[in-house]
């Protein structure tokens, strides 16, 4: 086994093993690299004896603190088969090494591998790295609990005909009073961005400014769609989804408080999914929710609707690379977290 380090402008062989992998994510492309571009951004790249790859994983880089010292961050990596130990030793292995050129101290995953994989556990166990607490609500770097739809060989009747009743009723609301959706470019973030404001004032939680989903629309560019929910002319609502390999990620998702008597948001998740279907994919990923798994939650009761299937993942994982320089920034970040009061 071997392997190599690329960057983001000589990434092209990982982003094509991604987009193929059935474990595959597009937070674990270059393109995303692309993205976070205040981020330290490379790749690792596992070949056998042949050459063939085996096995990638993309990895964030982020200066903590005022210290001289990097957290390595590989989101939903590595994408290989997760049962083979000596692939994902290799791919661990060598972000490691090459993490310590940029004063790494720990290398943190959250793979796509269901919680209770306990063969995976093992591996990365063995590797030397520690499972995180189990976050309920949203506290990880990402969603632990998810929602996927299966949409592999399907058609949109027989999709949507497993939708629940009121699901299935609420987009021909939608319909029945002219509900229009638009696919617009970055030039519409401003006005998602401020139907997001509205959104995060509701629900309470904190948003990104527009420039942000205007990055990831001109990046990802055809694999990334925003849509916008048009009611009397006016935009009411937004979605924005991304594309890659097998699978469409809903990302976004922005409303106003009024005029969401229409349902806007219905049709909206209705159209990413038939965008899905024709793409292709076998899976339409609605993303996150909390563990708070009852009717009582309303994004779960909204999710649950189009008859996804609910998965848990394995949740973030810890590997010190540097123990003193993790010394070090612990105490920096608990000095600072006194400093805020």
Not at 28 to 53: L, Y
Not at 168 to 190: D, F, P, T
Request: hydrophobic share 40%; with cysteine.
């Amino acid at each position: 086994m071997t392997t190599e380090i690329v960057k983001r402008d000589s990434a092209a062989e990982l982003d094509a093993f991604v987009a193929r992998h059935p474990k595959g994510h597009f937070l674990q492309t270059s393109v995303w690299g692309k993205v976070k571009d205040d981020w330290e951004w490379f790749g690792v790249i596992a070949r056998d004896d042949s050459g063939e790859i085996k096995g990638t994983l993309a990895v964030l880089a982020r200066r903590i603190s005022k210290l001289p010292y990097h957290m390595l961050y590989a989101p939903r990596g590595p994408v290989c088969d997760l049962h083979d130990s000596e692939v994902f030793n290799a791919l661990a292995a060598a972000a490691k090494e090459y993490g310590k050129t940029l004063k790494g101290y720990m290398l943190k995953i959250d793979t796509d591998a269901p919680a209770d994989d306990e063969e995976y556990a093992k591996i990365i166990k063995d590797a030397g790295f520690v499972q995180q607490p189990r976050f309920m609500n949203f506290e990880g770097f990402q969603c632990r609990f998810v929602f996927r739809l299966n949409i592999g060989g399907k058609t949109e009747d027989e999709v949507f005909a497993a939708f629940a009743s009121k699901h299935r009723y609420n987009v021909r609301v939608a319909l029945k009073h002219n509900v229009e959706i638009k696919r617009c470019g970055s030039e519409m973030a401003e006005e998602f961005y401020r139907i997001m404001v509205e959104t995060g004032e509701r629900d309470g939680f904190a948003i990104r400014n527009a420039d942000y989903f205007a990055k990831i629309i001109d990046t990802f560019g055809e694999n990334a769609m925003l849509n916008m929910a048009y009611y009397e002319g006016e935009p009411i609502a937004g979605t924005l989804c991304v594309h890659w390999g097998n699978k469409v990620w809903y990302f976004y998702g922005a409303s106003l408080n009024s005029h969401r008597n229409v349902m806007p948001n219905y049709l909206l998740q209705w159209t990413n999914i038939k965008w899905a279907i024709s793409l292709g994919c076998d899976i339409y990923d609605f993303r996150g929710l909390s563990g708070v798994l009852d009717d009582s939650n309303g994004l779960y009761r909204f999710k649950k609707g189009f008859s996804g299937d609910f998965i848990e993942f394995m949740g973030e994982a810890d590997m010190t690379t540097d123990k003193t320089a993790k010394m070090l920034v612990d105490s920096a970040q608990k000095i600072a977290k006194k400093l805020r009061g």
